[in-house]
């Protein structure tokens, strides 16, 4: 059976031209020395008819180039980076490159390892979700090795190309919002910070509101394996807080979903009992009760600006200064922060 056009291999060729595979690979790699006029001609015809494309090995060979972007999350399983994910990949295949995608767990010892085994790989490029603790060695590593692109985190100061959403401006409008809708205490729910700079955002973004708007801020670190912690930080907030309007933002998803099931068992009702909004949007955050209001990320369109800006560094080998592009989030009010007048 004859062997599938998409199969042939630079055996193949070799064979068919009479000639041995390095003479083909030097042909592909545009090395014609020593190759005569007449045995570059043979070796185009045979590729021609056999419809033969080199793979991504040779075409790298021949440009210096892998053609590969090394992509590390800090937690694969929250549903905001499968988007991101996507954006990162979808427009990657756009500009004829591949990924390669790694999970660090928030963990800044499996960030190095797997960055080290990225540049092994010959990556052109890392776009990261940054753990928070591995700066100096970014920097290393941006200056020795390949262009960085932060997506999502920060990094203070600012040492490499970031796409971010408007993390800061977007907290103190849903704090804001909650106080125009007459909640009179709003507790600020989180993991832990580590210097993980979108949670510092956020944060200081929420103490920002509380002071403009002669709040008490309220905040509480909760660890998200620990559902009797959460659930009695939800009651401290609500003892502490007795016969006032509350209302409790989260951080994020993670916290969000550990707040509501800590809410479910201590039979609490959305919003008579507390009100709840915060940031990412999650497929099932608009069906579960009344609806729950939150700050949308545009996490896609992240992934995809965050390949734009790595393509400018690796077509125009540019050592401009750091850019930090910032996208608006969608504030979308549902049922959780609305009270019946």
């Known amino acids: 059976m004859e062997k599938s056009k998409t199969n042939i291999t630079i055996a193949d060729v070799a064979k068919r031209a009479g000639v041995s595979k390095t003479t083909i690979s030097r042909y592909l790699n545009g090395k014609f020395e020593f190759m005569s006029a007449e045995s570059q001609q043979r070796i185009k015809g045979i590729i021609e008819e056999l419809n033969f494309r080199p793979n991504n090995l040779a075409r790298s060979l021949k440009s210096s180039k892998s053609h ?11 549903p905001f980076s499968s988007i991101l994910v996507k954006g990162i990949t979808d427009y990657c295949k756009q500009c004829g ?3 390669v995608v790694a999970n660090t767990d928030n963990d800044s010892e499996k960030e190095r390892e797997y960055i080290l085994s990225m540049i092994d790989q010959r990556v052109e490029g890392l776009i990261i979700n940054v753990s928070g603790d591995n700066n100096e060695f970014l920097r290393d590593i941006a200056e020795n090795h390949v262009p960085i692109v932060l997506a999502d985190r920060p990094i203070f100061p600012t040492m490499f190309d970031t ?5 800061y401006q977007a907290t103190i409008d849903a704090i804001t919002y909650l106080a125009e809708e007459g909640f009179t205490k709003i507790g600020y729910f989180t993991e832990p910070i580590n210097n993980i700079g979108t949670r510092m955002i956020r944060q200081q973004a929420y103490k920002e509101a509380c002071q403009i708007l002669q709040l008490e801020p309220q905040e509480f670190v909760i660890d998200s394996k620990d559902e009797s912690g959460i659930q009695n930080q939800v009651q401290q907030f609500l003892t502490h807080n007795h016969g006032q309007t509350n209302a409790i933002f989260t951080a994020n998803g993670v916290t969000m979903i550990s707040v509501l099931g800590a809410m479910h068992r201590l039979g ?3 919003p008579q009992d507390v009100a709840i909004c915060g940031f990412d949007n999650w497929p099932w955050m608009e069906l579960i009760g009344p609806g729950i209001t939150v700050v949308s990320q545009p996490f896609y369109d992240v992934g995809v600006e965050c390949v734009k800006r790595m393509m400018f560094r690796l077509e125009e080998n540019s050592k401009s200064s750091p850019e930090v592009i910032e996208l608006e989030s969608q504030f979308i009010i549902r049922g959780s922060t609305k009270l019946k007048k």
């Open 68 to 78: 590969l972007i090394g992509v590390l999350i800090a937690d694969i399983s929250n």
């Open 97 to 99: 490159y591949n990924v």
């Open 163 to 167: 796409v971010k959403t408007n993390d």
């Open 268 to 270: 609490l009702t959305i």
